[in-house]
Each structure stands twice: as C-alpha cells, then as structure tokens.
C-alpha cells in the first residue's frame, strides 16, 4: 500500500477543508457587520442569554476555540466578567456542533451531495465574486465559496482514506481506541490540540467515519477528547493576560473536563455491561454529529445550574480578584481584533468610560474656584493623567482597527471615535488648568468677588450642560441632544465675550484684586474651549 498517496491527499482534503470553513465564516461574520456588535448588549444580561449569544456567535464563525478567544480578550480588556464569559462558554460548546451537520448534511440531505453540489457552489461563488461591485455581494461569494470547499474538502479526505479499510492494522487501531476509553480521549484531544479547530477534528472524524473505519464506542471517546482538546487554544491564548483571563480559559477547560469525565462514565456503562454490541458497529457522520450535539447540549444542560461553582473553582485555582481595579488600564484586548466590528465597540465603550471620568472632573472642578480645596486639586491631576493614558492607549487601539478590513461604514466610524477621543481628552486638559488656577489662587491668598463668583457660575453652568449633553449625545447617539450642545455652545461663547467686557471694567475700576482678575479671565477662556471641543464631540455625533 503506498501510504504516500493517501497521506498527501487527505492532507490536501483537510487544508482545503479548514481554508473553506474559516473564509466561510469570515464571509458571515463581515455581513453579519453591526450586529455582531449589537450582541455586546446582550452581555449584561442573564446567564441564559450568555449561553445564547456564545452558541450565535459560534455558529457564526464556526469555531468553539476562537469564541472562547474571544471570551478571554473580553475578560482581559474588562468587557465582561467571568460569570458572563461562563455563559458564552457553554454556549459556544453548542455552537460548534454546526460545522458537524454541515458535512453530514450528505447523509440525511441527498440533495447536498458534494459531487454535484460543491463545483457548482465555488464556481457561483467565483462568478459573484468577478462581477460583483459591492462589498456584501464579496462577502456573500466568500459564503458560497467557503460551502463548496469545505465539501470538497471532506469528500477529498473520505476518498483518500478508503484504501485504509483494507489495512487490518489501521482498523484495530480504532477497535483498540474503542476498548480503551483513555486512548480515545487522548486521541481525539491530542489531535484537536494540534490543529487548534474541534471542527476541522470532527471532519477528520465524520471522513474517516464515511469510509467504514470507525467503530461507534471508539468515536464517542473521540469526540469527547476532542471537547478537552478545543481548549489549549484559549489556554494558549491567555498567556500573558490577566488572572481573570487566564480563569475564563480555565473554566472552559473546567467544564469540557467535568463533562467528558461524566459522560466517559456513562458510556462505559453502556459498552462494557449493558450493551458491549453496540460499540462494536461502524458510525456514520450524521451520527457523529447527533453524538457530539447531544454530548454538548446535555453537558451544558446539566452543567448550568453548577456553573457559578465552576466560576469560582476558576477564581480560586487562578487566584483572582475581579475587584481589584486601576482606572488608567486601558481595558481593550488585541484578541478581539479578531472580530473587528465587536472591537469597534469596544473601543466606544472605553471612549465612553473616559467621558465619564472627564464628567466628574468638570463637575469637580466647578467647585475648585470656590473652594480651593486641596484634595479637589489632587483629584483633577489624577484625573487628568488617567485620562491621558487611556486616551493614548485607546486611540493606539483604534488606529489598528482603522488598519483591518472593515466596511467604509466603520472607518468613517472610526474617524469619528479619533475626533472625539481627541476632543475629550483636551476637555479634561483644561480641568487641570483650573486645578492651577486654584492652586494660584490658593498660594497668593486671594478670591473672587461675590460679583465675580455669581459671573463665572453662571458661565460654569452652562459650559457644564454642554460637556454632560455631548457625552449623552455620543452614548445615545441622540441627535436631539447633538443639538441641544449646538445651543449651550453659543451661549457660551456670548456669555464670555459680555463677562469678559464687564470684568476688564471691574479691573479699570478697581474692584477686583488684579490676580484673582487674571485668573477669571483665564477660566473664561477654558470655560469657551470645553464648549467648542463639546461642540466639536456634537458634530461628530450628528455626521454619523
């Protein structure tokens, strides 16, 4: 038997395979577009709902290993906690069971048969790609494209392990992984483990399957190590990363391992005492995949009630404390970059918690003046250098978004967060400003006249609404408030010019203190500046 000739083609038959699954996903992950980011929303809600979006998201991308990638670059970057990325865990161990009925869909769906079906699907897909002028009508040819490789693919692998069936060392290799319920976990891990993909390895799997070489008892171990190997993934992919992330990577593996442990059990009951017939018979690929969906939606199904006892198992393994909590860090993850549109959001939710933190600073600093309090005065510096250092990290990280192939739609998207980002962080520039005018104020033991403090409250006040309905405006995306920043702007801008007259007749007049008078002056300019860069975040908003 010349093993070259069966190893090159199901090689061939297994890249082609892979290839066809991830440009498919690809396809339905770039025309899924805003929505995927709308899922980011779901997270703050209940478990269930995470065990929902987690299987949405993996039958989207095809792919349990990349989900819980995510999930750990979500953990890191702060977007969701580990009870949330426990939920989206189990679901995308349903999720991935998709791809499975994809490729048996040959069996129980005649119609699919890659023979015919396959050529026909790449060629379309080529046909649309070639003429095609929109960008959704590529992404729809990668689909079809994607289906007929992944086809191709399986049915190249099916034919080039035919021949093994007459090899009796190949076959007992599989009746011994059948008998010893250890090595088949361990095979079908090691395996996954290796191509990083449990549905390339159920592929593998359902083609050896069609070829007659699998003995069932000897596919369910497969398939349950083959939930253990999905997770060296995200393992791998939590190195480096946070200690919560590095739980979240540990739950997923957590779980499989409980699962599979339980079921191990089960199946061995029913192949070595009540029904050793049963394991002996070949299986064929629509029951691998009715065998890996139950084990996933049962393990998920028992599991659920259990799984704030697996999160804290987690915690406690990785020594983590979700409390623990440094402002400055800027909470967004290379890992999602992945997902480009979910980064995206991301991003929006960072930009949105630095305004907030800008929020309390304006509010801060509306009373400074007055008061010149000095732990007020700390307050406004550290919040000024917490802003600078998620502004640079955020605009880093959106800079790289700006560089994935993402729709026209979301680099005019991103433009946007690069204005705002920009506007905001010169707002909180100019709360430090009033910290030292405070500071001066407070060195040269002198204060505004009651005249002088009913003027600059009055100025405050509205330079105050102006920042709060532009950041509501960003966040709601309301136009209706957009605008309303438009109206606070030029009042003002006319606010400055009439306080500014009167207060330079006060200093003629002597009824000021010269110093304190500098100062007022200099806080009307930054009361007009944080107007304008309001102003400017208003605009930003209503071009959207």
Known sequence: ?????ILIPFVGGLGMFIYGMQIMAQGLENAAGSKMKSLLEVLTKNKLMGVLLGAAITAVIQSSSATTVMVVGFVNAGIMNLTQAMGVIMGANVGTTVTGWLVSAVEWAKFLSPEKLAPIAVIVGVVVMLTGKRRTSKEIANIIVGFGLLFIGITTMSAAVEPLREFDGFVDMFVTLGRSPLLGILAGALVTAIIQSSSASVGILQSLAAAGLVPFSAAIYIIMGQNIGTCIT???SSVGAKKNAKAAALMHLIFNVIGTILFSVIAIIYFEVLHPAAGTGSITQTQISMVHTFFNIATTV??????????????????????AYDPGEVLLD?????????A?????????RMGEIIRKSIDVAKEVLYTQDEEAIHILKDD???VDRLCAGITNYTIKISSLQISEKEHKETAHLLQILSDMERVSDYCENISEFAETLKDKKVGFSETAKEQLGEIIDETVKSYVYALDAFKEQSHEKALRVI???TKVDDLEVRLRSKHIKRLSNNECNIEAGIVFLDTLVCMERISDHARNIAEEVLED
């Open 234 to 236: 995200a393992i791998l």
């Open 344 to 352: 995206l959001q991301s991003v929006v939710n960072e930009t949105i």
């Open 302 to 323: 028992l599991l659920f009630p259990a799984s704030g006892l697996i999160v804290n198992i987690a915690k406690k393994i990785g020594r983590v404390d979700e409390n």
């Open 384 to 386: 000024e250098s917490v």
């Open 1 to 5: 038997m010349n093993y070259l000739n």
């Open 487 to 489: 109206e606070k702007e």
């Open 334 to 342: 290379e890992r999602v970059l992945e997902t480009p549109s979910i």
